[in-house]
């Protein structure tokens, strides 16, 4: 199995930036894509963004495109979202995502909160 732990998250003024890392343990996640969802209270969780095995494929969500970075460091099982011009719509809980065989393993999740 594997353990995801999301960090990097806090409080930010519109506009800002916050770099998000999601750690992996317990089995290397270098030959799998990985996820970032996000989440607020009452909504289902969302997608926002995705990178493939060696970070040569990404693609995004319409609400983050040319907003947000997603990359990754096989070598340190770690994958980053870099989130910049932060608006209060981003405001969520984000999480990280990996699938393996078939099963979906989620982090707890890191909170970001942007204020206008």
């Known amino acids: 199995q594997v353990q995801l732990v999301e960090s990097g998250g806090g409080l930010v003024q519109a506009g800002g930036s916050l770099k998000l890392s999601c750690v992996a343990s317990g089995r290397t996640i270098s030959n799998y894509a990985m996820g970032w969802f996000r989440q607020v209270p009452g909504m289902p969780r969302e997608f926002v963004s995705f990178?493939?095995?060696?970070?040569?494929?990404?693609n995004y969500a319409d609400s983050v495109k040319g907003r947000f970075t997603v990359s990754r460091d096989n070598a340190k099982n770690i994958v980053y979202l870099q989130m910049n011009s932060l608006k209060s719509e981003d405001t969520a809980v984000y999480y990280c995502?990996?699938?393996?065989?078939?099963?979906?393993?989620w982090g707890q999740g890191t909170q970001v909160t942007v204020s206008s």
């Open positions: 990178i493939n095995w060696n970070g040569g494929s990404t």
């Open positions: 995502r990996n699938t393996w065989r078939g099963e979906d393993y």
